[in-house]
């Protein structure tokens, strides 16, 4: 999965995905760029590989910073190794028609806010329900391990800002 920070418009934006309506485990929901590792990959080219499929991103364009934890998602059965990158520019993003639905941004700044982590009833698998934390951006829950991993990014950028203030 791919974090992807750049510049635009003042603010720090990074690229979520709609995913198409599909009978498989993750089918409709939000998530970052990213997916299955091909043999012998790394999570890195793995992250970049699964980008350009997706958005079109253009890889020799990012920077890589590092990586966030690494966790497991139950629903998918998946190993997840988050990448964080950046680039110098707006990346000019292409949604892979059968995959992605639509994609949309949101900023670092509204995602380190105090208030920016919420709390829902949702219907998982269409027979549970339960309160899940999630962030609102541009309209569109998310939560589970996109909410997780945007997560980690938060607390670190928020100590990053506490620590630079002293």
């Known amino acids: 999965m791919l974090i992807l920070l750049y510049p635009e418009l003042g603010q720090v934006h990074f690229p979520l995905t709609r995913r198409h309506a599909y009978t498989g485990t993750h089918g ?3 998530s970052l760029p990213g997916g299955k590792a ?3 990959e790394s999570a890195i080219e ?3 590989r699964e980008a350009k499929e997706e958005v079109g991103l253009n890889a020799q ?3 890589v910073l590092g990586q966030l934890s690494d966790f497991f998602v139950i629903p998918s059965n998946f190993m997840v ?5 950046v680039t110098e520019t707006p990346p000019e993003f292409q949604a892979d028609p ?3 639905k639509h994609i949309f941004t949101g ?3 509204a995602l380190v806010q105090d208030d920016a982590v919420r709390t829902s009833t949702i219907t998982v698998a269409g027979q549970f329900t339960l309160e899940a934390p999630h962030f609102e951006i541009q309209g569109e829950m998310v939560w589970g391990a996109t909410a997780m991993m945007l997560n980690e990014l938060r ?3 928020r100590e990053i800002m506490l620590t630079s203030r002293n």
């Open 28 to 30: 409709g929901q939000v």
């Open 38 to 40: 091909e043999p012998g």
């Open 46 to 48: 793995t992250a970049l």
């Open 61 to 63: 364009s990012v920077k």
């Open 81 to 85: 190794t988050p990448v964080v990158g």
């Open 98 to 100: 059968v995959e992605v």
């Open 107 to 109: 900023t670092l700044e």
């Open 155 to 157: 607390w670190i950028v």
